[in-house]
């Protein structure tokens, strides 16, 4: 199903009219255009991700961890897109590629400081792939994609708070004081949600459909009317983050939680529970980009 609904159009436009998006990190306009070619090599790959250190960094980093449990440690990019292939390179390209877009502020101001953003962003991942991966909904997903979609749901407050800082922070004053959910403020106060935001980047950068609509419905995935399991899955990895004290925001409260979120995962709370000491280590293990 593509995103070209009447309403989706709307928010399209409404965004693109109030905030400008950045553009796709060169390093990943690269890297689409090189996988395009059914000629490609891992030698090619490797000249475009060598031009990113962050990125050739983290290829090399997960290359060598358990996960792929080599026995001779890996020091050339190619080689390592080699064991890797080249989906899992761009999805390892993205993560460093958003970091490096967006991670670069440190100061706390008000209610949003980065450092929190960044670790709730991180344990919605963690939560995301270890949920996923225990659920027979998800079987054919990689843990990696969920990952990701954990990492990059709140996106849109990035976007938010760098491009229209000042209506973003009194929108949050406005959140914390009346003591209501941000979403239903920043409807009121832009016409438009953080979730909406992060779609609209999403689209503009190519990524995949699912993900796009699984960021715009994470707050409401009984709306979902394409991917309601993903989006139900963000749903609860957010709402897991906020409850853990990892929350994007400073102040806020929590909206409630959506009735149907276990159903549409495939897994119960009581799974979910058994889960929660394992995401808290892997979170914990996590090499943060600070």
Same mark, same amino acid.
Not at 187 to 215: C, M, N, R, Y
Not at 231 to 252: C, E, F, K, N
Not at 270 to 290: C, K, M, N, T
């Given at each position: 199903?593509?995103?070209?609904?009447?309403?989706?159009?709307?928010?399209?436009?409404?965004?693109?009219?109030?905030?400008?998006?950045?553009?796709?990190? !060169?390093?990943?306009?690269?890297?689409?255009?090189?996988?395009?070619?059914?000629?490609?090599?891992?030698?090619?790959?490797?000249?475009?991700?060598?031009?990113?250190?962050?990125?050739?960094?983290? #290829?090399?980093?997960?290359?060598?961890?358990?996960?792929?449990?080599?026995?001779?440690?890996?020091?050339?990019?190619?080689?390592?897109?080699?064991?890797?292939?080249?989906?899992?390179?761009?999805?390892?390209?993205?993560?460093?590629?958003?970091?490096?877009?967006?991670?670069?502020?440190?100061?706390?101001?008000?209610?949003?400081?980065?450092?929190?953003?960044?670790?709730?962003?991180?344990?919605?991942?963690?939560?995301?792939?270890?949920?996923?991966?225990?659920?027979?909904?998800?079987?054919?997903?990689?843990?990696?994609?969920?990952?990701?979609?954990?990492?990059?749901?709140? #996106?849109?407050?990035?976007?938010?708070? !760098?491009?229209?800082?000042?209506?973003?922070?009194?929108?949050?004053?406005?959140?914390?004081?009346?003591?209501?959910?941000?979403?239903?403020?920043?409807?009121?106060?832009?016409?438009?949600?953080?979730?909406?935001?992060?779609?609209?980047?999403?689209?503009?950068?190519?990524?995949? !459909?699912?993900?796009?609509?699984? #960021?715009?419905?994470?707050?409401?995935?009984?709306?979902?009317?394409?991917?309601?399991?993903?989006?139900?899955?963000?749903?609860?990895?957010?709402?897991?983050?906020?409850?853990?004290?990892?929350?994007?925001?400073?102040?806020?409260?929590?909206?409630?939680?959506?009735?149907?979120?276990?159903?549409?995962?495939?897994?119960?709370?009581?799974?979910?529970?058994?889960?929660?000491?394992? #995401?808290?280590?892997?979170?914990?293990?996590?090499?943060?980009?600070?």
């Amino acid at each position: 199903m593509a995103l070209s609904s009447g309403t989706s159009t709307n928010i399209l436009g409404l965004v693109n009219d109030t905030i400008e998006l950045p553009t796709m990190p !060169e390093v990943l306009v690269k890297l689409n255009e090189v996988m395009a070619n059914v000629d490609a090599s891992a030698a090619d790959v490797a000249n475009v991700v060598t031009r990113d250190p962050a990125v050739s960094t983290n #290829i090399l980093r997960i290359v060598n961890s358990a996960y792929y449990g080599l026995q001779v440690r890996v020091s050339s990019v190619s080689l390592a897109i080699s064991v890797m292939g080249f989906n899992m390179t761009k999805k390892v390209a993205l993560k460093a590629a958003v970091f490096s877009a967006f991670g670069k502020r440190r100061e706390k101001i008000q209610h949003f400081d980065p450092v929190a953003f960044w670790k709730h962003a991180i344990y919605a991942g963690t939560a995301a792939r270890a949920i996923g991966s225990a659920s027979t909904v998800f079987a054919d997903r990689h843990p990696e994609d969920l990952y990701i979609a954990g990492l990059l749901h709140d #996106i849109g407050k990035i976007i938010l708070m !760098e491009k229209v800082a000042p209506r973003y922070l009194a929108m949050l004053r406005k959140s914390v004081q009346q003591q209501r959910p941000e979403t239903a403020v920043e409807v009121e106060d832009f016409g438009f949600t953080h979730a909406d935001v992060g779609s609209v980047l999403a689209i503009k950068w190519s990524l995949p !459909e699912e993900l796009a609509i699984a #960021i715009r419905y994470h707050h409401a995935p009984s709306r979902d009317p394409f991917h309601r399991s993903l989006s139900s899955l963000i749903h609860l990895s957010d709402q897991l983050a906020w409850r853990a004290g990892q929350p994007s925001t400073v102040g806020p409260v929590l909206a409630a939680m959506e009735p149907d979120v276990f159903g549409q995962i495939g897994v119960d709370a009581a799974q979910v529970e058994s889960i929660l000491p394992q #995401i808290q280590e892997d979170f914990a293990a996590s090499e943060l980009p600070w």
